[in-house]
Protein backbone atom coordinates (compact mmCIF):
# COMPACT_ATOMS: atom_id res chain seq x y z
CA UNK A 1 0.00 0.00 0.00
CA UNK A 2 1.21 3.35 -1.11
CA UNK A 3 0.97 6.49 1.19
CA UNK A 4 0.20 8.70 -1.03
CA UNK A 5 -1.61 9.27 -5.07
CA UNK A 6 1.82 9.21 -7.20
CA UNK A 7 -0.86 10.29 -9.98
CA UNK A 8 -2.19 12.94 -7.67
CA UNK A 9 -0.72 16.00 -9.66
CA UNK A 10 -0.58 14.53 -13.07
CA UNK A 11 -2.82 16.32 -15.47
CA UNK A 12 -4.72 13.89 -17.89
CA UNK A 13 -4.17 14.17 -21.62
CA UNK A 14 -6.85 16.10 -23.57
CA UNK A 15 -8.53 13.58 -25.67
CA UNK A 16 -10.82 15.18 -28.93
CA UNK A 17 -14.65 13.92 -28.26
CA UNK A 18 -15.65 13.94 -31.74
CA UNK A 19 -13.02 12.71 -33.12
CA UNK A 20 -12.59 9.19 -34.53
CA UNK A 21 -9.40 7.45 -35.89
CA UNK A 22 -11.28 4.40 -37.41
CA UNK A 23 -12.46 5.04 -40.88
CA UNK A 24 -15.27 3.15 -42.41
CA UNK A 25 -14.57 1.56 -46.48
CA UNK A 26 -15.68 2.67 -49.41
CA UNK A 27 -18.81 1.38 -51.24
CA UNK A 28 -16.85 -0.62 -53.70
CA UNK A 29 -14.31 -1.91 -50.80
CA UNK A 30 -17.15 -3.20 -48.88
CA UNK A 31 -18.30 -4.95 -51.57
CA UNK A 32 -14.57 -6.71 -52.19
CA UNK A 33 -15.22 -7.48 -48.46
CA UNK A 34 -18.07 -9.56 -48.88
CA UNK A 35 -16.82 -11.06 -52.22
CA UNK A 36 -13.51 -12.49 -50.77
CA UNK A 37 -16.02 -13.64 -47.89
CA UNK A 38 -18.69 -15.51 -49.88
CA UNK A 39 -15.18 -17.06 -51.72
CA UNK A 40 -13.60 -18.38 -48.65
CA UNK A 41 -13.51 -22.47 -49.02
CA UNK A 42 -13.71 -25.17 -46.82
CA UNK A 43 -16.37 -25.33 -43.41
CA UNK A 44 -15.28 -21.84 -42.33
CA UNK A 45 -16.45 -20.57 -45.29
CA UNK A 46 -20.70 -19.99 -44.47
CA UNK A 47 -19.24 -18.84 -41.16
CA UNK A 48 -17.23 -16.08 -42.50
CA UNK A 49 -19.76 -14.80 -45.49
CA UNK A 50 -22.52 -14.80 -42.91
CA UNK A 51 -20.47 -12.55 -40.34
CA UNK A 52 -18.97 -10.31 -42.49
CA UNK A 53 -22.28 -9.42 -43.96
CA UNK A 54 -24.16 -8.95 -40.89
CA UNK A 55 -21.38 -6.87 -39.91
CA UNK A 56 -20.90 -4.70 -43.04
CA UNK A 57 -25.13 -4.78 -43.34
CA UNK A 58 -26.25 -4.12 -40.33
CA UNK A 59 -23.80 -2.93 -38.24
CA UNK A 60 -23.55 -3.91 -35.00
CA UNK A 61 -21.23 -3.93 -32.37
CA UNK A 62 -18.49 -6.49 -32.21
CA UNK A 63 -19.30 -7.36 -28.93
CA UNK A 64 -23.44 -7.43 -29.50
CA UNK A 65 -22.62 -9.81 -32.48
CA UNK A 66 -20.23 -12.38 -30.66
CA UNK A 67 -23.12 -12.31 -28.08
CA UNK A 68 -25.84 -13.14 -30.25
CA UNK A 69 -27.65 -16.48 -30.31
CA UNK A 70 -29.51 -18.23 -32.51
CA UNK A 71 -32.72 -17.70 -29.91
CA UNK A 72 -32.28 -14.19 -31.03
CA UNK A 73 -33.03 -14.60 -34.56
CA UNK A 74 -37.01 -14.36 -35.79
CA UNK A 75 -39.36 -13.13 -37.56
CA UNK A 76 -41.35 -9.99 -37.36
CA UNK A 77 -44.12 -8.54 -39.94
CA UNK A 78 -42.78 -10.83 -42.64
CA UNK A 79 -39.20 -9.40 -42.02
CA UNK A 80 -36.37 -12.20 -41.22
CA UNK A 81 -34.96 -10.26 -37.83
CA UNK A 82 -31.97 -10.50 -34.92
CA UNK A 83 -32.35 -9.47 -31.71
CA UNK A 84 -29.55 -7.46 -30.14
CA UNK A 85 -28.32 -6.56 -26.59
CA UNK A 86 -26.26 -3.67 -26.29
CA UNK A 87 -25.16 -1.35 -23.78
CA UNK A 88 -26.97 -1.24 -20.39
CA UNK A 89 -28.59 -4.36 -21.58
CA UNK A 90 -30.65 -2.34 -24.17
CA UNK A 91 -32.09 -4.27 -26.65
CA UNK A 92 -33.49 -3.58 -30.47
CA UNK A 93 -34.56 -5.78 -32.80
CA UNK A 94 -33.15 -5.23 -36.72
CA UNK A 95 -34.37 -6.42 -40.11
CA UNK A 96 -31.59 -8.88 -41.48
CA UNK A 97 -31.81 -7.77 -45.47
CA UNK A 98 -32.26 -10.66 -47.61
CA UNK A 99 -28.69 -11.28 -49.09
CA UNK A 100 -27.47 -11.28 -44.73
CA UNK A 101 -30.35 -13.93 -44.09
CA UNK A 102 -29.54 -16.02 -46.44
CA UNK A 103 -26.13 -15.95 -45.68
CA UNK A 104 -27.08 -16.87 -41.80
CA UNK A 105 -29.28 -19.83 -42.64
CA UNK A 106 -26.39 -21.03 -45.27
CA UNK A 107 -24.15 -20.93 -42.29
CA UNK A 108 -26.85 -22.25 -39.86
CA UNK A 109 -27.39 -25.30 -42.29
CA UNK A 110 -24.27 -26.36 -42.68
CA UNK A 111 -23.15 -25.99 -38.92
CA UNK A 112 -26.84 -28.60 -38.56
CA UNK A 113 -25.33 -31.04 -40.80
CA UNK A 114 -22.29 -30.95 -39.40
CA UNK A 115 -23.57 -31.70 -36.45
CA UNK A 116 -26.10 -34.55 -37.73
CA UNK A 117 -29.12 -32.59 -36.44
CA UNK A 118 -31.96 -30.25 -38.13
CA UNK A 119 -31.67 -26.80 -38.10
CA UNK A 120 -34.37 -25.98 -35.59
CA UNK A 121 -32.08 -27.76 -32.39
CA UNK A 122 -29.61 -25.95 -33.09
CA UNK A 123 -28.58 -23.73 -29.80
CA UNK A 124 -26.16 -22.00 -28.68
CA UNK A 125 -24.37 -19.01 -29.98
CA UNK A 126 -25.48 -17.62 -33.34
CA UNK A 127 -21.42 -17.63 -34.15
CA UNK A 128 -19.52 -20.77 -32.91
CA UNK A 129 -16.27 -22.46 -33.21
CA UNK A 130 -16.20 -25.97 -34.41
CA UNK A 131 -16.53 -27.00 -30.52
CA UNK A 132 -19.22 -24.64 -30.05
CA UNK A 133 -18.02 -22.09 -27.99
CA UNK A 134 -19.14 -18.73 -28.99
CA UNK A 135 -16.27 -16.53 -31.55
CA UNK A 136 -14.36 -14.12 -29.32
CA UNK A 137 -13.06 -10.67 -30.06
CA UNK A 138 -9.34 -12.41 -31.24
CA UNK A 139 -11.36 -15.05 -33.50
CA UNK A 140 -13.25 -12.21 -35.11
CA UNK A 141 -10.54 -9.36 -35.58
CA UNK A 142 -8.48 -12.54 -37.13
CA UNK A 143 -11.55 -13.23 -39.54
CA UNK A 144 -11.55 -9.84 -40.22
CA UNK A 145 -8.02 -9.46 -41.23
CA UNK A 146 -7.78 -12.44 -42.94
CA UNK A 147 -10.83 -11.12 -45.50
CA UNK A 148 -9.51 -8.05 -45.84
CA UNK A 149 -5.85 -9.22 -47.09
CA UNK A 150 -7.67 -11.36 -49.70
CA UNK A 151 -10.04 -8.79 -51.09
CA UNK A 152 -6.44 -6.85 -51.41
CA UNK A 153 -7.23 -4.06 -48.95
CA UNK A 154 -3.99 -2.24 -48.02
CA UNK A 155 -5.83 -0.23 -45.10
CA UNK A 156 -6.06 -1.58 -41.88
CA UNK A 157 -9.62 -2.95 -41.39
CA UNK A 158 -11.14 -4.18 -38.27
CA UNK A 159 -14.27 -5.07 -36.73
CA UNK A 160 -15.35 -1.32 -36.14
CA UNK A 161 -14.22 0.01 -39.21
CA UNK A 162 -16.85 -2.61 -40.83
CA UNK A 163 -19.44 -0.62 -38.03
CA UNK A 164 -18.29 2.81 -39.20
CA UNK A 165 -19.04 1.56 -42.76
CA UNK A 166 -22.24 0.48 -42.25
CA UNK A 167 -22.80 3.98 -40.86
CA UNK A 168 -21.25 5.98 -43.55
CA UNK A 169 -22.41 3.83 -46.62
CA UNK A 170 -26.12 4.55 -45.25
CA UNK A 171 -26.24 7.74 -44.54
CA UNK A 172 -24.45 8.55 -47.90
CA UNK A 173 -27.52 6.08 -49.61
CA UNK A 174 -29.97 8.79 -47.38
CA UNK A 175 -30.13 7.29 -43.75
CA UNK A 176 -31.48 10.04 -41.06
CA UNK A 177 -29.12 10.54 -38.57
CA UNK A 178 -32.19 9.55 -36.29
CA UNK A 179 -32.20 6.35 -38.21
CA UNK A 180 -29.13 5.85 -37.66
CA UNK A 181 -28.45 6.38 -34.37
CA UNK A 182 -31.41 3.98 -33.26
CA UNK A 183 -29.73 1.12 -35.38
CA UNK A 184 -26.10 1.73 -34.30
CA UNK A 185 -27.51 1.71 -30.93
CA UNK A 186 -26.08 4.96 -29.38
CA UNK A 187 -27.00 7.22 -26.45
CA UNK A 188 -26.59 10.36 -28.46
CA UNK A 189 -26.73 11.82 -31.87
CA UNK A 190 -23.30 13.45 -31.51
CA UNK A 191 -21.79 9.73 -31.28
CA UNK A 192 -23.61 8.97 -34.73
CA UNK A 193 -22.33 12.15 -36.16
CA UNK A 194 -18.98 10.97 -35.69
CA UNK A 195 -19.59 7.39 -37.27
CA UNK A 196 -21.31 9.41 -40.33
CA UNK A 197 -18.17 11.91 -40.98
CA UNK A 198 -15.23 9.85 -39.72
CA UNK A 199 -14.55 8.45 -43.71
CA UNK A 200 -14.85 11.54 -45.65
CA UNK A 201 -12.86 14.19 -43.83
CA UNK A 202 -10.11 14.38 -46.05
CA UNK A 203 -12.78 14.44 -49.24
CA UNK A 204 -14.87 17.18 -47.32
CA UNK A 205 -12.38 19.75 -46.26
CA UNK A 206 -13.18 23.14 -47.47
CA UNK A 207 -9.88 23.55 -48.23
CA UNK A 208 -11.07 22.32 -51.66
CA UNK A 209 -13.44 24.79 -52.00
CA UNK A 210 -11.22 27.60 -51.58
CA UNK A 211 -8.86 26.52 -53.89
CA UNK A 212 -11.96 26.07 -56.93
CA UNK A 213 -12.95 29.46 -56.06
CA UNK A 214 -8.56 30.92 -55.84
CA UNK A 215 -7.65 28.42 -58.94
Request: charged letters at 20%.
Amino acid sequence: MLPANPFARVRRPKVERFQSETVGLTEDEARAMVAAADAVPGPTGPRTAAFIRLMIELGPRVSEALAATIADLGHQRGHRTLRIVGKGQKTRVRNLPPATAAAVDAYLEARAATAGIPVAQLTGPLFATASGRALDRTDAYRLVIRVAKAAGLESKVTPHSLRHTFATVASDRGASVKQLQHALGHASSATTDIYIHARDQLERDPSQLVAAVIG
